[in-house]
Each structure stands twice: as structure tokens, then as C-alpha cells.
């Protein structure tokens, strides 16, 4: 199997594990499909050459409309995807002599640029589109299912920071997926989907600063012994959003501690802090080089020339 096929496949697995749950309001809210009724279709399509569809199902909606809905997910522009359904369409024709409704839907970051129609004399008339990237990801993250709300990764953010988004899709996720098994495999296939928008890298910057989403039977910590327990692990996590000055109630908020917790960790820092500068400015006074302050300070050399030139300016 080729690289670009594995790949493919592991996007694949994903979206069809997740999509069963989420298809009958999916299909009415978007395409305004009221399907009543689904009937499971073999994905895979026995010619002379195998193909597999992504979804396949022989559905009867409201109305009383039984026909065959074929589902393709796209992450990248094709320029034959249009050929692609249409060999798609003769295969199930052939096999099941039923109407056939063709949809695709797009998951790549860019615009969609392929052609959906074919001219009149290529018989086959088409397949519609919806890109999740023009849909409003808070539409996904109102959402009580894990497996709906996993998919807000892949929206329109609507001009929100990056990482608030998919701090709240973490939260959400920790919020209604119930068992921690289940949320870890959410929170898996979250990271999964996000390489897709080329957001992993934040996703993996939440995970970790998000100790309450890990499981600690499977951290480097717990590995070595247990040395460091949940609560020293949520203090370290906490120390790290301080430094990247994020409010001390969305701290507490994500870490699921009190905001007395984290107030007393911050003064600890602020202390601890102060010492360390005291502790430079007798040195300094001392005619201790700048090179070995730091060292023994563990800081940078530039942050101990900036309390020296604050002494200087003093004493001018």
C-alpha cells in the first residue's frame, strides 16, 4: 500500500466511525435530506477492478423517496474527482438498479476548486459540496456528541484565536464524552483530523497543557515510577499558562482546580521570583561576573544585564 493510501486510510477510518452518529442531522441541517430509514451497503464496489466507496446506503426519506446515498470525503482538490464519481455511479447502478444521489464532502483548508458537473453529452449529472471550512465551527461545538463536535476543527473560525477555539473543543470534549477511555479516543482522533487544517501543532500544545485530558497510566511521569503525582503534574501546567499570561480563570477553568489554587501558585512564582532577583542584585553588588550570576541563577545572561542596567539608572 502507498504512502498517500495509508494516509488516506487513517483519515478515512475516522471520519466513517464518526459520521454514522452525526448523519441523519448532518444531512437535514446541510443538504436538507429528512432521512427516515438506512439500509447498510458493502462499501466496497466488486468489478474487474475493486473499488470502495467512503459511504454507501440505500435510504427512504420522509417523503417516500428510496434511493442510494454515496458519500466521498475529500481533503484535496482533484482535478478527475468529477470522473471518479461518475465511474462510481455506473459501478452502483450496475449492482443495485436504483437512483443514486452523489455527495462529497470537503475537508481541505483551501478552497474548493473542483468541477462538480459534467457536460451535458458526460451523461452523469453531478455530486454536491459542502466545505466544513465555510461552516461556522461553533455550529459543531453546541453540539452534545463527541463525535459532531470533533469536526469544529475543521471550520470556520470566524476570526477567533486559534488556540482559544481549540481549547473550547477540548473542553467541550472533556464535558459531555463521559468516560475517560472515550475521551482520550476523541481527543486522539481530534489530533488526527487537525493535521488535515494544519492546526496539530496547537492541538498538541493544548493537550499538554491540559493535564486533565491525558491519561496518566500513559505519561513519561507515571512511566518513570510515579515520582510525580496528578496534583504536582496540574501544578506544572498551571505554572506554564501563567507564563503564557493566560487569565487565572481560564486556568482554573481548564485545569478543574479552584481559583485559589491558582492564585497561590502565582504568588509561589511571583516569590519565588523576587528572591531570584534579590538574590542577582547581591551579586551584582558583589562584583560577581555576569556570565556566572546567570549560571548559578539558571537565567539568561541578558535578563541579568537588564537588572544591572536598572541598578545604574537608580544610582544616576
Do not use: W
Not at 446541510?30 to 440505500?58: H, M, P, S, W
Amino acid at each position: 500500500m502507498s504512502a498517500q493510501k495509508q494516509e488516506g486510510n487513517k483519515f478515512d477510518k475516522i471520519l466513517k466511525e464518526n459520521f454514522e452518529v452525526v448523519l441523519p442531522p448532518f444531512l437535514e441541517r446541510y443538504f436538507g435530506l429528512n432521512i427516515v430509514e438506512f439500509e447498510k451497503l458493502d462499501t466496497k464496489l466488486q468489478t474487474t477492478i475493486e473499488k470502495e466507496t467512503d459511504f454507501i446506503r440505500i435510504v427512504t426519506t420522509a417523503e417516500g423517496e428510496r434511493f442510494i446515498l454515496h458519500i466521498e470525503f475529500q481533503a484535496k482538490n482533484e482535478t478527475d474527482m468529477i470522473y471518479r464519481i461518475k465511474e462510481y455511479d455506473g459501478i452502483i447502478q450496475r449492482k443495485y438498479q436504483l437512483e443514486i444521489r452523489h455527495y462529497v464532502i470537503f475537508l481541505g483548508a483551501g478552497n474548493m476548486t473542483m468541477r462538480t458537473q459534467l457536460h451535458e453529452n458526460e451523461v452523469f449529472r453531478g455530486f454536491e459540496v459542502l466545505s466544513l471550512n465555510e461552516l461556522n465551527y461553533d455550529d459543531f461545538l453546541t453540539s452534545q456528541i463527541p463525535e459532531e463536535i470533533i469536526f469544529a476543527i475543521l471550520c470556520d473560525f470566524k476570526g477567533e484565536q486559534e488556540e482559544k477555539v481549540v481549547r473550547s473543543i477540548f473542553t467541550k470534549l472533556k464535558a459531555v464524552s463521559g468516560h475517560p477511555n472515550k475521551l482520550q479516543k476523541f481527543v486522539r482522533q481530534l489530533h488526527m483530523l487537525s493535521q488535515l487544517c494544519n492546526l496539530d501543532d496547537i492541538v498538541d500544545k493544548v493537550r499538554e497543557d491540559m493535564p486533565v485530558l491525558i491519561d496518566i497510566t500513559q505519561n513519561a511521569l507515571y512511566k518513570r515510577g510515579g515520582r510525580e503525582t496528578l496534583a504536582e503534574h496540574n501544578r506544572l501546567a498551571i505554572i506554564r499558562m501563567l507564563k503564557r499570561d493566560m487569565s487565572i480563570k481560564d486556568i482554573a477553568e481548564i485545569i478543574d482546580v479552584s481559583i485559589d489554587d491558582v492564585i497561590a501558585i502565582k504568588n509561589e512564582i511571583d516569590e519565588a521570583a523576587e528572591e531570584k532577583r534579590n538574590a542577582i542584585i547581591n551579586m551584582l553588588k558583589g562584583n560577581v561576573a555576569i556570565e556566572e550570576i546567570a549560571e548559578k541563577q539558571e537565567v539568561a545572561v541578558d535578563e541579568v544585564i537588564a537588572i544591572k542596567n536598572e541598578l545604574e539608572q537608580k544610582e544616576e
